[in-house]
DNA sequence: GGCCATCCAGTAACAACCGA
DNA sequence: TCGGTTGTTACTGGATGGCC
């Protein structure tokens, strides 16, 4: 690495903030990003217009950032960008994910979209590794199964505000790619049990305890998945939830810059969240959240 | 319009894992 | 060791689309 004294004065102490770029500061800029609104892109807009709107956002997103200037924010908004888009174009592989074996038959976005296109059911034999109905329980061991990730969970939960309770296919193909649309059915189901389940007793803790993006624990008003949501379809979280999140503690799913938008699109997953990882990890992507273009969203 | 095939969501049962 | 939690699988029934 290059020493702050070649760098030279004036750029030392910009490149050493920024090597301390912490994963505390990371989730603050995901806040912040999720808490200022993009600003909407006409049709047609100039883009010398869009690229001061962009300024103005990313003005208001540095204000959020306590001890970060406004150039620092940039430059880290701007590695994000150039990361995802690296990954997005293949340069960078999706790294696999934690603890799923699988992963390296789903883990791109583009498998993962191949997995769901009218393929995903049993009959269509998706797991390729054939434990459908077609391989008996004698032939194939049982699966052993993967524990969902809080990552995936929130994803999840994203999913479900957005498409509603029912429609795990979107919520598979569009929030969380590394489930098949059975996976997050199931998923679901356990969900559901659990929040209802949550009034009576709550015994052992569980991912299922979290009923919001933010992780916070929201008093139970979902129906179980064989009902419905307080007669909504789509009453779910976010939207229904009894407490919804205060504005300075944006949920991840408020974070819906316009569909199209170069930025945002890219730098966010599919979910409408900028991913993060760790300091030292490289890409900010998570194959969970990664990539689905939109041009590949069907339905 | 009726029939059939396919897709898809919901549900129950099962097995593995884990904590008290 | 036992019971709770979780993920997977098998099964069922409704919805949808194509064909006659």
Redesign the pocket.
Known sequence: MASPAAAGAAGEGRQEEEARWSWEDDKALENAIAAVPYPVEEEGADEAVAAAEEDRWLEAVAARMLGKTLSQVKQQYKCLVEDVMAVEAGRIPTPPYPGDD?SSSRATGEQAAKN?H???????GF?S?G???????SD??????????EE??RLFLLGLDKFG??????I?RNFVVS?????V??????????LN?MNR?????????ITNVNGGDVPSSQG????QVNGSPTATIGSSMKHPPPPNMPTIGMYRPPMGHPVPSHMVSAVGTPVMLPPGHSPYVMPVAYPVPSSTMH?
């Open positions: 699988s769901h009218g393929l995903s059911d049993r009959r269509g797991e590794g434990q459908g109905k077609g391989s008996s329980k194939q061991e049982r699966r052993k199964g993967i524990p969902w990730t995936e969970h309770k029912g429609d795990w296919r979107s598979s489930r098949t649309p059975t996976q059915a199931s998923h679901a189901q356990k969900y559901f049990i659990r389940s007793d709550r015994r052992r803790s569980s991912i299922h305890d179980p998945i064989t009902g339905q």
